[in-house]
């Protein structure tokens, strides 16, 4: 099974930029469709971009669409996501998960979920 692990949360002022990283091991991150999601205080998880295997093809949700940018490294066992034009509302813990199938369409169940890291953007 694949171990995910994030990294690249923080505090960022609103209008600022974030990388988040999905660093994975024990399984090669190149056959899975990779998600990111995230979660704030109070509010149910959401889906905001996935990538699929080869990194040719990406969804997002239309909240980060044309800020967000999601992409893989599959010779560093790594998904990226990008966050520019950061916004107060974007603040969440962010989460990646590994799960078989196409990036275009959603499913509900994944073979890993990391344990989130913490975004936060000042107003």
């Known amino acids: 099974q694949v171990q995910l692990v994030e990294s690249g949360g923080g505090l960022v002022q609103a209008g600022g930029s974030l990388r988040l990283s999905c660093a994975a091991s024990?399984?090669?991150?190149?056959?899975?469709?990779v998600d990111w999601f995230r979660q704030a205080p109070g509010k149910e998880r959401e889906f905001v971009a996935g990538v699929s295997p080869s990194g040719a093809r990406t969804r997002y949700a239309d909240s980060v669409k044309g800020r967000f940018t999601v992409s893989r490294d599959n010779a560093k066992n790594t998904a990226l996501l990008r966050m520019n034009s950061l916004k107060p509302e974007d603040t969440a813990v962010y989460y990646c998960a590994a799960r078989s199938g196409i990036v275009e369409v959603q499913r509900s169940e994944y073979d890993s979920w990391g344990q989130g890291t913490q975004v936060t953007v000042s107003s």
């Open positions: 024990g399984r090669t991150l190149s056959s899975y469709v």
